[in-house]
């Protein structure tokens, strides 16, 4: 048998071993990510300027640019939050305010949390099918509006949500659940419908819990390249998305919604297309790569950032 | 009042066979009482004998979760605008539970204001009903705080955010809330059990002036809070109504051997 003094001994011997521990593997992985991003900025910090922000892909990678890649990913990401916002937060108000607990609802939770963790080429395969193929079986002969769903800006912004939605709709309940019962019960006791309940409080008092959740949706769905080289987003596009209202070369005028059957590439593909040319050191794409990979970590961490304050924010403001 | 006396008062709520179910478990077990008009009745009992259960009925609060059941009858007498009274069953599977709500307003066991403006929140159950205009609310949102005894205390802070209130501000808050929408009834359940002392005896001055202007049933563990506020006591057990009696009667000589045990702390 080991003395009092034995015991607490080891027992501080195996803390500080512990933490030591910790701090080493935390300070390899913190170290491991600054390396990468040290080194991906002193490729490409200097590269970065009004030009590169403002032309189109070139045989020639100095004068190459993201315009076409980052007005792409804008587009694609206000067709994503678009749909994915008002589905997934109306399926998570509907499944946790709504949908009794029955074996139907649980099936659907199940799948749901399963649908977070699929691979995200599944779901470029899944809409492939889907959105491109058999819409042109069904649709496609009949008008040739909807025939043009093809490889285009819609295409892959739906892709996206459908990849985001499980996220969102988690988010939202997360949310909704953090909301005391109380809270819901003194709205009930003043005669509220279930719908003013949802509208008047539980929608206001999550609202920062959802936007953090589909902020970091988006940042997930901003850099995502696989879905969206499935369905054909090309890597090569030196024209823009027709604007609302604007002439085509033959004089016609294009309508509000052109743009989104509109062919495009995203920031991450054209990063990709990059990467993989052959660069030499007079023609080097491989800056080009590491300039376009700055703006978009810069992307997402702006709107990971964003989403901390505003979780702090409410945290501060609402406490039940 | 001498337990002679006769009460002329009209029954305001009746409550007859009226059992509860959660699920397989019956909670309330076939309850009769006659709930009088403008008297306040506090329901007493241990931890469990079913009073907040009873009392959470008459809103029909259980309908917000599923598998319960009502059996038996529950009835308001609802009083109309023109003066007539007409019964309506409360758990009735045709009665619709907001109109209960609209007509019998709750304040709960925990303040629970919501995180809005002082104003708002009282303003809230009135928007409900469809009071729009902004001087029309004021108005009233005015009388409903005075009628709390909150009106010294916020009116020069009504747009700011209720949880900046204390405790015991925010349970008069909710008060006031619930005598916004002029209800028939008001339930108290057990309103001052998250209170301290000073606050409490706030809240039980307001009770005791509100008894002229409507009717209140109050749920209630602490006996001597019972015995200073209302006109009449049920003693629950076991989901039974043991005694239901004038105050008086039931605190100074009660019927049952049980209720004495439970009044004088022999057990619960």
């Known amino acids: 048998m080991l003395s009092t003094e034995q015991v607490i001994r080891r027992g501080q011997m195996r803390d500080r071993v512990f933490s030591i521990l910790g701090v080493a593997l935390t300070i390899l992985c913190l170290g491991v990510l600054a390396i990468l991003l040290v080194n991906l900025c002193r490729e490409g910090l200097a590269r970065i300027d009004w030009q590169f922000l403002t032309t189109f892909p070139s045989r020639r990678a100095a004068k190459a640019g993201i315009f076409s890649a980052w007005v792409g990913s804008a587009l694609v990401m206000l067709v994503t939050g678009l749909t994915a916002i008002p589905l997934g937060v109306a399926a998570g108000v509907y499944l946790e305010e709504y949908g009794r607990r029955n074996w139907f609802t649980s099936l659907i939770e199940i799948n749901i949390a399963n649908l977070a963790g699929v691979p995200s080429i599944i779901y470029g395969l899944m809409a492939l099918g889907l959105l491109i193929y058999k819409w042109e079986d069904w649709f496609g002969d009949k008008t040739d509006s909807i025939a043009g769903l093809g490889q285009s800006i819609i295409t892959g912004g739906l892709t996206l949500a459908f990849l985001i939605l499980p996220i969102v709709i988690v988010a939202t309940r997360e949310a909704l659940r953090a909301i005391p019962q109380h809270m819901r019960e003194a709205a009930y006791a003043l005669g509220a419908s279930r719908w003013q309940v949802v509208k008047d409080h539980l929608l206001p008092y999550s609202t920062g819990g959802i936007s953090t959740g589909v902020i970091i949706a988006l940042s997930r769905a901003i850099g995502e390249t696989a879905p969206l080289v499935t369905i054909g987003a090309l890597t090569y596009i030196a024209f823009l998305p027709p604007a609302p209202f604007s002439h085509t070369e033959s004089g016609q005028m294009v309508g509000p919604f052109a743009w989104l059957s509109s062919p495009f590439t995203v920031l991450p593909i054209q990063m990709f297309n990059w990467v993989s040319r052959p660069s030499s050191d007079d023609n080097n794409f491989a800056v080009n790569a590491a300039a376009a990979g700055i703006i978009l970590m810069l992307v997402t961490l702006t709107m990971n950032t964003v989403a901390i304050v505003i979780r702090a924010r409410v945290r501060k403001k609402v406490k039940w | ?268």
Request: glycine share 8%; hydrophobic share 35%.
């Open chain 2, 1 to 268: 009042m001498p337990d002679t006396q006769i009460d002329t008062r009209p029954l305001k709520a009746e409550v007859k066979n009226f059992s509860f179910f959660y699920g397989s478990f019956q909670a309330v077990k076939n309850v009769s009482a006659p709930f009088r008009e403008k008297a306040v009745t506090a329901i007493i009992g241990p931890s469990g004998c079913g009073k907040t259960t009873l009392l959470r009925c008459f809103n029909r609060m259980h309908d917000l979760y599923p598998g319960n059941r009502y059996a038996g009858e529950m009835i308001l007498h609802s009083r109309s605008p023109d003066g007539s009274v007409r019964p309506l069953n409360i758990v009735h599977p045709s009665t619709s539970p907001i109109e209960m709500r609209m007509r019998i307003s709750m304040v709960f066991q925990k303040p629970n204001p919501f995180p809005k403006s002082i104003f708002e929140n009282v303003a809230y159950g009135l928007r409900l009903r469809g009071v729009g205009s902004r001087s029309e609310l004021s108005g009233r949102v005015e009388t409903a705080l005075r009628g709390a005894a909150l009106w010294d205390e916020v009116k020069d802070r009504l747009p700011q955010n209720a949880y900046g209130l204390s405790g015991g501000q925010q349970q008069r808050l909710c008060i006031a809330r619930a005598l916004a929408v002029e209800p028939e009834m008001v339930l108290f359940d057990e309103p001052t059990s998250a209170l301290d002392p000073i606050a409490t005896s706030k809240i039980e001055e307001l009770i005791d002036d509100l008894r002229e202007r409507v009717t209140i049933l109050i749920v209630t563990h602490n006996m001597q809070q019972a015995a200073r506020v209302s006109d009449y006591t049920a003693f629950m057990y076991l989901g039974e109504l043991v005694e239901y009696d004038r105050t008086a009667k039931v605190f100074q000589n009660p019927g049952k051997p049980l209720t004495e045990q439970y009044i004088s702390g022999r057990f619960g």
